[in-house]
T-cell receptor
Framework: GQNIDQPTEMTATEGAIVQINCTYQTSGFNGLFWYQQHAGEAPTFLSYNVLDGLEEKGRFSSFLSRSKGYSYLLLKELQMKDSASYLCAVEDNYGQNFVFGPGTRLSVLP | KAGVTQTPRYLIKTRGQQVTLSCSPISGHRSVSWYQQTPGQGLQFLFEYFSETQRNKGNFPGRFSGRQFSNSRSEMNVSTLELGDSALYLC??????????????FGPGTRLTVT
């Protein structure tokens, strides 16, 4: 079956660093995506990993370990505007089917 | 470049009715996917169309259907609406081809309420 797990909620302080974990078990694997979704808005793309290792993009980094079925999103120098839900999604290799995790709601406090 | 657009943005229907939602992808994107998002179930994949063909389908009943036109615009239809169909329906488009990125671009969604 397809299963993706993420913590439901996290809280962090402005200026801090937070790591959001994602574990997955899917029938295939063709890449892992992270999306950000502010309340009432559509998800927007943050990062993509298909090979093991760290991908860095400004304040955001994403890590993937395919052997462990594990990824994390690292957010540095947190800002209030980073308060949002963060969705982990796996593209399985049977066509272009995306499986999304339940999302992690991050609250950044002053 | 214009983003993904969806119409209507909000819709209220009664149980038993049917509804059609529309999605216009980003110009040049031929892949269009549909998702249902609810607080309890999160984002769930409905189906994906590419060049007017349904290429992939999620685990939803046959009441949910879709199609894609030659200009890549897509519609999804839900027949015999149930209360549980109340959700945000998101459409996403993606560019495919050699050298193209793989991320999906989401539209603002259609908020469907079934009473």
């Amino acid at each position: 079956g397809q299963n993706i797990d993420q913590p439901t909620e996290m809280t962090a302080t402005e200026g801090a660093i937070v790591q959001i974990n994602c574990t997955y078990q899917t029938s295939g694997f063709n890449g892992l995506f992270w999306y950000q979704q502010h309340a009432g808005e559509a998800p927007t793309f943050l990062s993509y990993n298909v090979l093991d290792g760290l991908e860095e993009k400004g304040r955001f980094s994403s890590f993937l370990s395919r052997s462990k079925g594990y990824s994390y999103l690292l957010l540095k120098e947190l800002q209030m505007k980073d308060s949002a839900s963060y969705l982990c999604a796996v593209e399985d290799n049977y066509g272009q089917n995306f499986v999304f995790g339940p999302g992690t709601r991050l609250s950044v406090l002053p | 470049k214009a983003g993904v657009t969806q119409t209507p943005r909000y819709l209220i229907k009664t149980r038993g009715q049917q509804v059609t939602l529309s999605c216009s992808p980003i110009s040049g994107h031929r892949s269009v996917s549909w998702y249902q998002q609810t607080p309890g179930q999160g984002l769930q994949f409905l189906f994906e169309y590419f060049s007017e063909t349904q290429r992939n389908k999620g685990n939803f009943p046959g009441r949910f259907s879709g199609r894609q036109f030659s200009n890549s615009r897509s519609e999804m239809n839900v027949s015999t609406l149930e209360l549980g169909d109340s959700a945000l329906y998101l459409c996403a488009s993606r560019l495919e081809g050699q050298g193209a990125s793989y991320e999906q671009y989401f539209g603002p969604g259609t908020r469907l309420t079934v009473t």
